[in-house]
């Protein structure tokens, strides 16, 4: 009888878990003619061997990431509005072609602010990592962690769990580096300080860029050197 009970318990906690869980992912067939120019992009010029790619949502595509790493052979592949499911769907164009060295990846933030909670967003970057090591196994990842702003502060919870899920994972795993670019984005009472985005108070302006550049700068170069560039 115990056991009956112990197992009807389980059965209990499993629906409920799967009724919070938001399983219903955006249409990625919204990309369709961003990833189409990536593409026709591709078909008409060269890029770097061995690259950084940087690869996420609008904190990736609006950061100028040739300007802030002159010095590397940088390729970048944001798409705004993007969630990690969208990367993950579009991950024949938009990473595999490039045979990166090294991978940087923003992306949560737009998952959270749908409704997604934090275990959804570590499994689907999970399912990130297991693409890259199934089909480009010498290639690293920095994952650039969830950023805090005012305009979705209402959040911060949540994408601070997530956070700690990711980073927790990322430990665990030596082609995983887990970059916390958040915290320089506060001010001293722990909020965000709008001085580093755009008056949308969402996106980073050129100052917050140069923060993140600068947090992220010492682990692109410990990768590349840890592969022997």
Known sequence: MRTFVLLLTAVAANVLFAANEPNIQPNPARFRGEIAEFQQWDSKNSFPADAVLFVGSSSIKMWPTRMSFPDLPVINRGFGGSHISDINFYFKQVVLPYK???????????DIAAGKNAQQ?????KRFVNLVKEQLPRTQIIFISIKPSNSRWNFQPVMQQANDLIRGFCENDNRLVFVDAGSVLLNADGKPNDGYFLEDKLHLNERGYQLWTQALRPAIEREFAHKGV
């Open 100 to 110: 990166p060295k090294v991978i940087v990846f923003y992306a949560g933030d737009n």
């Open 121 to 125: 967003v570590l499994e689907d970057f």
